[in-house]
């Protein structure tokens, strides 16, 4: 199962919460040796085998993280997948964003 494609101002606001520090992905979890990606997105927990077929990213928006966290980790009962070629542009546009962000004169 290959994850839906997301629109223009989907993707546009997962940069901006990106940006912002609003969301938390799978590249965060990759970062900890002790915790793993079952412990932070639950319903990883619950799929035998997921086939993770063009999916470039896991993700889910900090608001929606549990009470409870596992060694520093937020904890979600739920996730989005973001399929490889959505990921390639909000990457590109965060790189580019993050710049803008650095050049702005005050």
């Not at 989005?80 to 580019?96: F, G, S, V």
């Amino acid at each position: 199962m290959s994850p839906r494609r997301m629109s223009d101002e989907e993707l546009k606001a997962f940069v901006f919460g990106w940006c912002d520090g609003k969301v938390y992905t799978n590249l965060h979890v990759k970062s900890a040796r002790d915790v793993t990606l079952t412990l932070v997105f639950m319903p990883f927990a619950f799929w035998e085998k997921p086939d993770l077929t063009d999916v470039g990213l896991v993700w889910e928006w900090l608001s929606a993280a549990g009470p409870r966290a596992i060694n520093g980790h937020p904890m979600f009962m739920t996730c989005r997948l973001m399929h490889t070629a959505d990921w390639e542009r909000a990457r590109a546009a965060i790189e580019r964003e993050l710049k803008r962000r650095e050049e702005v004169v005050v």
